[in-house]
């Protein structure tokens, strides 16, 4: 026992030893105290404790001391649920997932929560940001920056699920909405302004088409749930908070569901959003505070948005549209048309193009005209015609190509449309992938090959060049239309939207007369942005009450120039609703009739008269004074709409934030038009301070004050200030 326990082997480099023995005590087992001889010289190394307990017991205070520091910074900086706050203007609780956005001056502008059904508490990253993580669940990075020059501060907002694909987990983030009012967003059937006077269902946040039509027979059918043709993820406050989400998130939102007071985002890859690479998804946005709504949007814009490239054709914007759609349907023939352009100025009106609207095509896709004898034997001397009678000829043209067309053969051999999976062994070549439109069955040109744009843009060409067509009407173009099947594109498209992006940029190059009805990120073509019909009704189910939200919402999104839907709506309408609208219009920068007055009586015909008058000498001047001010175009040191809310020159005028039948041109003319069947006056709010003139008989009126004014039916309540 003594030579295992008290000695150490002869090999060690400390030579042998003998346990020391206890001092005072006697050696167990021997009745003896020890002692050592006195010839035996003295050990000259003892163990610490030996020689100073208390610089022993300093030792392991220091370790226990270390390694409670240790935990606790492993603690802090691993396992700690993280409360981030960037100087009293960003909070977000880790734990609660409770968020509030302060402005510069430190008034709450936001509350909200970031992140739903995430499981146990987080811990934080170890990125060296304010940066947290769920386990197996998700990850979350906020990124902060202050622009004090500006008085705008921002928030990078960046969710990445990490779960397995079969957890259902998906980020949403929910901001509530009912403390302030919020503007911009997707068009809507059920259009509001502000949005969040409206509401819309958690759905794929992508470029749709509320006016579905059954096939057979052409029946339209209201999709009165579903977002428009215009998504730009832009939403923004009164309160001077903006949020703009970015690209790659395969985004759905909501607005006001059910009247919950939230807006919210989701990412989830859905059948709208294709990911053939199985990613999860990313929830990815940016939140910014500024001074009020004006200042907001304008640090947005000029941010994430381009400028204006060129100003439109003005003739449309001096004149009006006139199309055949809501008068003649698809019955249109060489005869109807040409009677149509006779009977404008035969009623002494006015106009700067016409319209052909479908039906003129042979075979949907062939962009050729139907030459049999009762439809158009002769389109050349029909176009003729027309530009003797002073208009400009446009014809609406789409992306589908038919399959009973040569187009759909042609464009199938060489690889122009959008198609199934190119890797199946089991195809010689890839077949396009059919989809369904309210006029049959076709494939969808691919706009993401290049060839296939050449290819198309040529077929247009020649329809100048041989039948000097002047310009194209864009119908569809929004990523609602992709097939239902997986499909592939030359170029892959994360975010379908750009489908519509990468459209417009496309039939934009054929010069400043062109329309189109659909719109994602696409505020920098001179393009015109054709409003989607709208019902012949006088309420808020896409009627005539949803025409201005609209028209607001284009312009705050960056479409200033809107050809808005056919006066009177898409069927026929009864006579005031008729003549209230065209009133309306006739403030907007260009007017579209489709209905013709002189279908109702020589009454409706002489208000016609009086308004295209108003329009062209009294809206266009101002319009194109607007047009070619540092506000709009590619020298712009800002951006501001033609056509502009209340509060655009009164941020801060509570009053203006909300109102939704008023409008001003520019900062110069307010325009009260009526919206209610049967009204002969109206409520007036005067914005700002000030006077504004009653162009009608000259009465002036203080800002900020409320009056009821008198309103005939050939009249619209117009002023301008004083």
């Not at 329809?463 to 310009?471: A, G, I, K, Y």
């Amino acid at each position: 026992m003594e030579g295992s326990l008290g000695r150490r082997s002869a090999s060690s480099p400390y030579g042998s030893y003998r346990r020391p023995p206890s001092r005072g005590r006697y050696s167990t087992g021997t009745g003896r105290r020890s002692h050592r001889s006195a010839s035996t010289p003295p050990r000259q190394k003892t163990p610490c404790c030996t020689r100073s307990r208390a610089r022993c017991a300093l030792i392991v205070l220091l370790i226990f001391v270390a390694l409670g520091l240790a935990g606790v910074l492993v603690w802090n900086f691993t396992y700690q649920p993280l409360v981030v706050d960037f100087d009293g203007l960003v909070h977000y609780d880790g734990a609660s997932q409770s968020f509030i956005l302060r402005n510069l001056s430190k008034s709450e502008v936001l509350r909200g929560t970031l992140g739903a059904d995430l499981g146990p508490e987080p811990y934080t990253c170890s990125t060296g940001q304010a940066c947290f993580q769920w386990p197996d669940r998700a990850s979350l990075v906020l990124r902060h920056r202050v622009m004090e020059e500006e008085g705008v501060h921002c928030t990078n907002v960046t969710w990445q699920a990490l779960s397995a694909e079969e957890d259902d987990w998906r980020p949403v983030d929910c901001f509530m909405v009912d403390s302030s009012h919020w503007y911009g967003g997707p068009e809507m059937y059920q259009q509001r302004w502000p949005i969040n006077n409206g509401s819309g269902v958690m759905q794929p946040y992508v470029t749709n088409d509320f006016r579905l039509r059954d096939f057979p027979p052409d029946t339209p059918v209201e999709n009165f749930t579903a977002y428009g043709n215009v998504a730009d993820r832009f939403f923004f406050s009164s309160k001077g908070v903006a949020i703009v989400v970015d690209d790659v998130t395969p985004l759905h939102v909501s607005i006001n569901q059910s009247g919950d007071g939230k807006l919210c985002f989701m990412a989830n890859y859905t059948s709208e959003y294709p990911n053939p690479g199985g990613r999860r998804p990313v929830l990815q946005y940016t939140v910014c505070s500024g001074r009020n709504a004006l200042d907001i949007h304008e640090h947005m814009y000029s941010r994430f948005y381009g400028r204006l490239n060129a100003v439109p054709d003005t003739r449309m914007l001096e004149s009006p549209v006139w199309s055949t759609l809501a008068r003649y349907g698809p019955n249109i023939s060489e005869t109807n048309v040409g009677e149509f352009a006779f009977q404008i100025f035969d009623y002494n009106l006015t106009g700067s193009n016409l319209l052909i609207d479908d039906s003129w095509e042979g075979r949907y896709g062939d962009l050729t005209f139907n030459r049999t004898a009762f439809e158009f034997p002769d389109p050349s001397n029909l176009i003729g015609y027309l530009h003797q009678k002073g208009l400009e000829v446009s014809l609406w043209v789409t992306p589908f190509i038919n399959t009973d067309s040569a187009a759909f053969r042609e464009s199938v051999e060489k690889g122009y449309l959008v198609r199934t999976d190119p890797n199946n062994p089991n195809l010689d070549t890839p077949v396009p992938a059919l989809v369904r439109w309210w006029r049959g069955v076709a494939g969808l040109l691919d706009v993401t090959n290049p060839d296939a744009r050449r290819w198309y843009l040529s077929r247009l060409h020649f329809l100048r060049e041989n039948l000097t067509v002047d310009s194209f009407n864009f119908d569809a173009g929004e990523a609602r239309y992709f097939p239902d099947i997986p499909y592939y594109t030359h170029e892959p498209l994360v975010n379908p939207n750009v489908y519509s992006s990468k459209w417009v940029e496309m039939v934009s190059s054929l010069g400043v007369q062109t329309a189109v009805r659909t719109g994602y990120n696409t505020q920098s073509f001179a393009v015109y942005l054709r409003m989607m019909e709208k019902r012949s009704s006088w309420g808020g189910d896409n009627g005539l009450r949803t025409v201005i939200p609209t028209m607001l919402l284009f312009g705050v999104l960056g479409y200033p120039y809107v050809l808005p839907a056919p006066i009177g709506g898409s069927e026929f309408p009864d006579k005031e609703l008729y003549i209230r609208w065209m009133e309306l219009v006739a403030f907007f920068p260009s007017m579209h009739f489709s209905i013709s007055p002189w279908q109702f009586d020589y009454d409706t015909v002489e208000i016609a008269q009086k308004f295209v008058a108003i329009h062209e000498d009294e809206v266009t001047p101002l319009v194109l004074q607007i047009s070619r001010s540092p506000v709009i175009g590619p020298t712009a040191d800002r951006y501001a709409p033609i056509v502009r809310p209340l509060w655009w020159h009164y941020p801060n005028d509570i009053m203006a934030q909300t109102i939704d039948d008023e409008f001003l041109i520019g900062g110069i003319m307010l325009v009260a038009p009526v919206m209610e069947q049967g009204a002969r006056a109206r409520t007036v709010y005067f914005p700002g301070g000030g006077e504004w003139r009653d162009e009608r008989d000259g009465a002036t009126y203080a800002g900020g004050e409320t009056r009821n004014i008198p309103v005939a039916l050939d009249e619209v309540a117009y002023f301008t200030r004083v």
